[in-house]
């Protein structure tokens, strides 16, 4: 809930108007987004690693306390010469990856061993809605905070000094995450037995194999997914002209469909399966990212935006649940950084290669491209999965 309110809200809407307003374009911007994802990618099996030998708490409170720092310290590049403005914000991001990483790819098999299968499904949605509930209120706040803040400093919200300010405060919210990390208790992971012919018949397989193709699907699916967020508030105000406060209702508009989306994973995969689920959803965010690039309206473009994150909340609900089951539990940790180092990875080429595509093939291009993306991402896991 922390971290969807502070990063998922606040940072999510405010670091790419923030970065325009110190002067960088999309290509830097998309260097920032993507060092994050390319830190998460490289520590994730490292995390995975250490959560199992120094334990899972450990491991996440570090996460937490790499995360908050990272973003606090951002802002505060513009207090050092302009000579290094570039490779500090790199540092600062590259440290927020890490820390995601920590927590994130630790996590999955933490919450898999502390529930049994008749609930698990129910908890992974449960988390997955939390994020997004809260980063609406915090995407709500975020797009009218630097007017006010603005007004009060006697500037403009062209002034990169309100967006500071936030920025900053972003990284002491989450500080009480790390107590309630420390509230947990390491859990010790026990092999079990298959518990139908299905699992039996998948565990069969090499997991390196199952892996493999967890990993290239997951890939796909989040490089698709990268392109909306990282360009989504880049593209309505170069591309469509829109205000920060408008910016911010839309993007929390998005957060506000992810979270009843994620509650409703459990139902659906129930009725139509967890492999049509995964299938249908990845499909049907290829189609939402489809309409922001065939229809350059602000109005569609938040609708095609908030289907994107809700029907991602679907999906990573339901596969995070999938990635854990169909492996054996002394493999959880080793998929979960996998399949995390694979997703970081695509969100990461996403990021870094859409700054340099927008200015060839502009928004509608680069939209286009992570559509057809998401497409193949579901066809992969489908054929295989």
């Excluded at 499904?121 to 709500?140: D, K, N, W, Y």
């Excluded at 989040?222 to 392109?227: I, L, M």
């Amino acid at each position: 809930g922390l971290i969807g309110f502070s990063y998922f809200g606040f940072v999510a809407v405010l670091l790419n108007l923030y970065m325009l307003r110190i002067g960088y374009g999309t290509s830097f911007i998309g260097l920032v987004n993507g060092s994050t994802a390319i830190a998460f990618a490289i520590s994730s099996i490292p995390s995975g690693i250490i959560g199992n030998k120094w334990g899972i708490r450990r491991t996440a409170v570090v996460g937490m306390i790499l995360l908050s720092t990272g973003i606090s310290l951002l802002p505060l590049t513009q207090f050092l010469p302009r000579s290094i403005w570039d490779i500090s914000i790199i540092v600062t991001r590259l440290m927020t990856g890490t820390g995601f990483a920590f927590f994130i790819v630790n996590s999955y098999p933490y919450l898999t061993d502390a529930t049994n299968s008749n609930v698990r499904t129910h908890a992974f949605a449960v988390q997955s809605s939390l994020s997004p509930l809260l980063g609406f209120a915090g995407g709500l706040i975020a797009g009218f905070l630097p007017g006010l803040i603005s007004k009060s400093m006697a500037v403009t919200t062209a002034d990169p000094r309100p967006f500071a300010f936030i920025l900053i405060a972003c990284g002491i919210i989450l500080v009480p995450g790390i107590f309630l990390i420390r509230s947990t208790t390491d859990r010790k992971i026990e092999a079990r037995k298959p518990t139908n012919k299905k699992t039996q018949s998948i565990v069969s397989y090499s997991p390196y194999i199952i892996i493999f193709f967890l990993a290239i699907s997951g890939y796909m699916r989040v490089s698709s997914e990268g392109a909306a967020r990282s360009f989504f508030n880049v593209y309505m105000e170069i591309g469509l002209g829109k205000s920060p406060g408008l910016i911010g209702f839309a993007m929390a508009a998005g957060q506000l469909m992810a979270f009843p989306a994620a509650l409703f994973a459990p139902v659906l995969s129930h009725r139509i399966g967890k492999t049509s689920t995964i299938v249908l959803s990845t499909l049907l965010t290829g189609a939402a990212i489809l309409l922001m690039a065939i229809f350059p309206h602000w109005i569609i473009a938040t609708i095609g935006f908030s289907l994107t994150l809700g029907l991602r909340a679907i999906t990573q609900t339901v596969a995070g649940v999938v990635q854990m089951e169909i492996v054996k539990p002394e493999w959880r940790g080793v998929t979960s950084g996998i399949v995390s180092m694979a997703m970081g990875l695509g969100f990461s080429s996403m990021s870094l290669g859409g700054g340099y595509l927008i200015q060839s093939v502009e928004f509608s291009g680069l939209f286009f491209i992570a559509a057809c993306v998401s497409a193949l991402g579901a066809l992969v896991f489908l054929a295989f999965l």
